[in-house]
């Protein structure tokens, strides 16, 4: 069975840092991209970063770019993602998501939203 697990989450003043993580299991971890994905307090989705299976590629939303770092350690089954230079903005909770369909099935999804798999998210509050 495919599960993520999601912590790290907490509350943190506004400039302050946090790394999330996410435990993986129940699948062939190194062979699959992974996203982290975030929900805001009365927003939607939105997409936060995701990484190629082997970890040479990563990709940010406009938003995190430059204060977010997203990695994995495969060998552990585990993605991270570090968060500097918070806002309180970044205030929502996370969540850890990947899609183990053909690539060009999760190229065709409708947004971040219609991942196949997802943790149960954990709150990252900025506040002061």
């Known amino acids: 069975e495919v599960q993520l697990v999601e912590s790290g989450g907490g509350l943190v003043q506004p400039g302050g840092s946090l790394r999330l993580s996410c435990a993986a299991s129940?699948?062939?971890?190194?062979?699959?991209?992974m996203t982290w994905v975030r929900q805001a307090p009365g927003k939607g989705l939105e997409w936060v970063s995701t990484?190629?299976?082997?970890?040479?590629?990563?990709y940010y939303a406009d938003s995190v770019k430059g204060r977010f770092t997203l990695s994995r350690d495969n060998a552990k089954n585990m993605l991270y993602l570090q968060m500097n230079s918070l806002k309180t903005e970044d205030t929502a909770v996370y969540y850890c998501?990947?899609?183990?369909?053909?690539?060009?099935?999760?190229?065709?999804?409708?947004?971040?939203?219609?991942?196949?798999?997802w943790g149960q998210g954990t709150q990252v509050t900025v506040s002061s």
């Open positions: 998501a990947t899609d183990l369909r053909p690539w060009a099935a999760i190229q065709a999804l409708g947004g971040a939203s219609d991942l196949e798999y």
């Open positions: 129940g699948f062939t971890f190194s062979n699959y991209d």
């Open positions: 990484i190629s299976s082997v970890g040479g590629s990563t």
